[in-house]
Nanobody, 126 residues
Framework: QVQLVESGGGLVQAGGSLRLSCAAS????????MGWFRQAPGKEREFVAA????????YYADSVKGRFTISRDNAKITVYLQMNNLKPEDTAVYYC???????????????????WGQGTQVTVSS
């Protein structure tokens, strides 16, 4: 079992930055791939970024490439999402998710993740 707790959300002006953190419990954290998703009001939850269990690979949605960076610190059992040059369309609840190592699963699909946090609100004003 893995429990995830996000933090770092808030209100920021367009062009500003925020860093989200996701603290995980469990001794097997280093064997999980981690992802960030977001859900804006009235919209479906969407993929934002993911990082492999070894940190060897990162993946981003086209909408955030070049602005967001995902990273993880297995010693601190934490995954981060550095968000720069934020835009009003980035406003959403951001969720952290964990995926057990398994063949054939996608890091971009909601249904392929096993554990979810409660989310943290990010609001970008214009």
């Amino acid at each position: 079992q893995v429990q995830l707790v996000e933090s770092g959300g808030g209100l920021v002006q367009a062009g500003g930055s925020l860093r989200l953190s996701c603290a995980a419990s469990g001794r097997t954290f280093s064997t999980y791939a981690m992802g960030w998703f977001r859900q804006a009001p009235g919209k479906e939850r969407e993929f934002v970024a993911a990082i492999s269990w070894s940190s060897g690979s990162t993946y981003y949605a086209d909408s955030v490439k070049g602005r967001f960076t995902i990273s993880r610190d297995n010693a601190k059992i934490t995954v981060y999402l550095q968000m720069n040059n934020l835009k009003p369309e980035d406003t959403a609840v951001y969720y952290c998710a964990a995926q057990r190592r398994s063949r054939g699963r996608s890091l971009a699909l909601i249904e392929d993740y096993d554990y979810w946090g409660q989310g943290t609100q990010v609001t970008v004003s214009s």
